[in-house]
């Protein structure tokens, strides 16, 4: 099964970029996503990467994947203290009912001024 | 506003008790998930339903049950429950296709004393 791993805590001045990694063990991963939690909520998916790209880019957020190293990264850009949350990385799913996800262990994003 | 309800939002439990954690989506997808968020591990899944009238084991299921009497409502019970299910308990739920990832309800934070 799939087993999805990243770091527990980083930390970033506001203003500089953030990048998060997260590397996986299956690699029939359909897609890859990345979840937000802030304090005290639910999980948000924030974005996701369709197994046959290499990178998508949604405004702040840049996702990178590479498959041969089944390594996946989410990039923000210009951080600000808003994004102080745990992320989650996560992979599965695909065209078949309940293709479950698989989370990792979530990072901790702490912005420092 | 379409989403995921549950509830309660937290509970204190005593050891030995029966607790049911309700869960209620009203997208009308038809699968859904229970997971439980621990420090340091992430989420873990509980136990998962296809479909209406399905239900599967997730990751850790011991201790949990779970049915699926219709589309809408995945309820949780604790039948007899310990401290080591202190826990945040998060219902989500999925279309049937990938790429749209989960969405997930606010958590159940419960604790067993």
């Known amino acids: 099964g799939e087993d999805v791993e990243q770091s527990l805590f980083l930390s970033v001045r506001e203003g500089d970029s953030s990048v998060i990694n997260c590397t996986y063990t299956?690699?029939?991963?359909?897609?890859l996503y990345w979840y937000k939690q802030e304090p005290g909520a639910g999980l948000q998916l924030l974005t996701y990467?369709?197994?046959?790209?290499d990178m998508k880019q949604d405004q702040r957020l840049t996702v990178l994947l590479n498959k041969k190293d089944k390594h996946l990264s989410l990039r923000i850009a210009d951080t600000q203290t808003g994004d102080s949350a745990i992320y989650f990385c996560?992979?599965?799913?695909?065209?078949?009912?309940?293709?479950?996800?698989?989370f990792g262990s979530g990072t901790r994003l702490s912005i420092r001024p | 506003i379409a989403g995921i309800t549950q509830a309660p939002t937290s509970q204190i439990l005593a050891a030995g008790r029966r607790m049911t954690l309700r869960c209620t989506q009203d997208?009308?997808?038809?699968?859904m998930y229970w997971y439980r968020q621990d420090l340091g591990l992430g989420l873990r899944l509980i136990h998962y339903?296809?479909?209406?009238?399905?239900?599967g084991k997730g990751e850790v299921p011991d201790g949990y049950s779970v049915s699926r009497a219709n589309t809408d409502d995945f309820p949780l019970t604790l039948a007899s429950a310990v401290p080591s299910q202190t826990s945040v308990y998060f219902c989500?739920?999925?279309?049937?296709?990938?790429?749209?990832?989960?969405?997930f309800g606010s958590g159940t934070r419960l604790t067993v004393v």
């Open positions: 989500a739920s999925s279309p049937d296709a990938g790429g749209n990832g989960y969405t």
């Open positions: 299956d690699s029939s991963s359909t897609y």
């Open positions: 990467i369709f197994s046959n790209m």
């Open positions: 996560a992979g599965g799913g695909g065209y078949s009912s309940a293709s479950k996800i698989i």
């Open positions: 997208m009308r997808h038809n699968a």
């Open positions: 339903s296809n479909t209406a009238g399905t239900t």
